[in-house]
């Protein structure tokens, strides 16, 4: 299960999504490992949280609104957002648009988090297409992109097989990586 | 609208049909290495913390 911190934080991020679209009327989409730590609810864990929203400006003053401060700890990357009710996580907005315009923005999947926050997730197939495209660039001893990406295909409820098989091969992944045994016989 | 809480419970549901039950290793296995950064993002704070010069830039990197 996702530890209960990371859901409190995950509860104010909420906050600020919800402002974020009143203000925008558009979706920030939280992606990357928290997006996996939500799919596998709590196997996969990540401290940041990493957040594409097309509106710089926008965006800062909603997580403003709602107590987040941009990073100035010592001993810290100046980079990003803190809260301090949550001093253990780390909040990045991800420039851009949502995996460079190349996803169906359209399958994004939304929840509602409390009493009015909203938490807006990527498709599964987007997530995974782009774990895999993170292990191809990764060092070549870090398997740990194309275990959650094994882990979230394993884990998928429906996947849309075209559009898994278009999006991995635009974030340069190999599908072909999912097959669990691939994974065991490197390892062997 | 699903609320968050649910969608987590079905993940959870969803996993033990399965019987993709983890050991602590299988769990330890799927955080990221290395850092935790791909090598473009690593790059970009690098030059960032020798900088200093934006208070909160943006990246374009998922980690």
């Known amino acids: 299960m996702l530890p209960e911190d990371y859901l409190r934080a995950l509860t104010t991020l909420g906050e600020v999504f919800a402002s974020y679209e009143r203000r925008t009327g558009r979706s920030a989409v939280l992606v990357g490992g928290a997006a996996a730590a939500i799919y596998s609810a709590g196997e996969f864990q990540s401290g940041d949280f990493d957040i594409v929203a097309f509106s710089d400006d926008d965006f800062q003053k909603a997580m403003a609104e709602h107590g987040f401060l941009p990073e100035d700890r010592v001993g810290q990357l100046k ?110 | 609208m699903k609320s968050l809480e649910e969608f987590l419970r079905g993940v959870t549901e969803r996993r033990q049909q399965l019987e993709l039950l983890l050991t602590p290793a299988d769990v330890d296995a799927m955080r990221n ?22 208070p909160h830039p943006v990246i374009r990197s998922y980690g």
């Open chain 2, 33 to 54: 290495r290395g850092g935790m950064r791909t090598a473009e993002k690593r790059a970009l704070l690098q030059a960032i913390a020798r900088r200093q010069v934006e």
């Open chain 1, 79 to 188: 980079i990003g957002f803190y809260h301090p009710d949550h001093l253990a996580y780390g909040f990045q907005q991800v420039s851009g648009q949502l995996f460079d315009g190349k996803s169906d923005e359209h399958r994004v999947l939304a929840f509602s988090v409390a009493a009015s926050g909203t938490i807006t997730l990527p498709a599964i197939e987007d997530l995974i297409a782009d774990r895999l495209g993170q292990h191809v660039i990764a060092s070549p001893t870090d398997k740990s992109r194309l275990r959650q990406a094994i882990y979230l295909y394993r884990m998928a409820l429906e996947i849309d097989g075209e559009y898994l098989r278009r999006r991995v091969q635009e974030e340069g992944g190999d599908l072909s990586l999912l097959d669990v045994a691939n994974l065991m016989e490197d390892e062997a």
